[in-house]
């Protein structure tokens, strides 16, 4: 299990009308640095990796830029077109998935739950896949089947404008931060 730590998020954080506000300024975000230095171990790993069991021609990588790093009150927060679809984008250099489930859009953590390998998006089964372990996620990163024990981490998002902003050193567990994570989203 990584080690994680935990910090408390900044109090009075100006969300301008985000689903987040109260989770934003919630304790119990976690730390997401370690996440991010395992997630570039994961990647690295990738090449020695197989495709899942599913079919691998129905994987599809598309990738995703931050429009511009920002940077509020200390936070690193990296901002991305809204979706406009459903589907899921993935920032490689920082390890951020973006998707659109049911006109809801969420920033995942790219690590698997489980032990961090990164994971992939099987855009014709709608499902994300670990080649690790064999876990399946919903597009919502719920968990459906494999090794994992719990859903995908999610990042806190707010809205501004037609844009999303993820606050990637704020991570949410889903069985440790269970109603920060069920409130980590933004309407498309
Ligand atoms: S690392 Fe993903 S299921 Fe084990």
Redesign the pocket.
Known sequence: MTDISRKETTAGVDCGGCSLHDALNAPAAIERREFLRAGALALASLGLLGLGARSADAMEVREVSPLSPTHTDGRAEKRYPIPAVDGASIDKDNDVIVARAAGKVYAFALS?P????ALRWNADEKLFT?P????HYRADGSFID???TRDMDRLAVRKDGQTLVVDVDTLYQQDLNAAQWAAAFITG
């Open positions: 698997c489980h032990q961090n390998t670990c690790k372990h064999k876990s494999g090794r994992s």
